[in-house]
C-alpha cells in the first residue's frame, strides 16, 4: 500500500516545485499570465507547461503547435503573449524585468 502511493506522492511533490508563485509575476507580465493561465488550462492541467523547461524560442514552437490543436483558442495575439510569459518562467529573473 505505502510502496504505491510513493510514486505518486513523488510527483505531486515534483509538480508543486514547478509552480509559479503569483506574487512572483512582474506587474508588466499580469495580463501574459492571465492569458497563459486560461488557454493551456483549457484542455490539461498548467503543471504539463510548468514541468516543462525551454529556453525561449523552444516555447514559440511549442506555443505554435498547441496552437493548431482543435478548440485551443490559441491565435498570433493571445500566443504572442503567452510565449512572453513562459520566456520570463524560465529565462533568468532578474531585477523583476521581464
Ligand atoms: C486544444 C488542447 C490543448 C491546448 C489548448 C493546450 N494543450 Fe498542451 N497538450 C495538449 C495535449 C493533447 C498534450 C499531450 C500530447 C502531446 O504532448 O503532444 C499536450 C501536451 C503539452 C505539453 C507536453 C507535456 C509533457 O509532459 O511532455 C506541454 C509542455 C504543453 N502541452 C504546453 C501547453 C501550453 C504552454 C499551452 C498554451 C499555449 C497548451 N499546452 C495548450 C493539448 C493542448
Redesign the pocket.
Known amino acids: 500500500m505505502v510502496r504505491r502511493l510513493a510514486p505518486l506522492l513523488l510527483l505531486l511533490a515534483l509538480e508543486a516545485r514547478a509552480d509559479v508563485d503569483p506574487d512572483e509575476v512582474p506587474e508588466a507580465l499580469r495580463e501574459s499570465y492571465d492569458v497563459?493561465r486560461v488557454?493551456?488550462s483549457?484542455?490539461?492541467p498548467l503543471s504539463?507547461?510548468y514541468?516543462?523547461k525551454l529556453p525561449g524560442d523552444q516555447?514559440v514552437k511549442?506555443?505554435a503547435?498547441?496552437?493548431r490543436?482543435?478548440?485551443?483558442?490559441?491565435n498570433d495575439e493571445n500566443?504572442a503573449k503567452?510565449v512572453e510569459f513562459?520566456r520570463w518562467k524560465d529565462g533568468p529573473r532578474d531585477a523583476g524585468s521581464p
Open positions: 497563459f488557454r493551456c483549457k484542455c490539461h504539463k507547461p514541468n516543462v516555447w511549442y506555443v503547435k498547441m496552437k490543436r482543435q478548440g485551443s483558442g490559441i500566443g503567452i513562459l
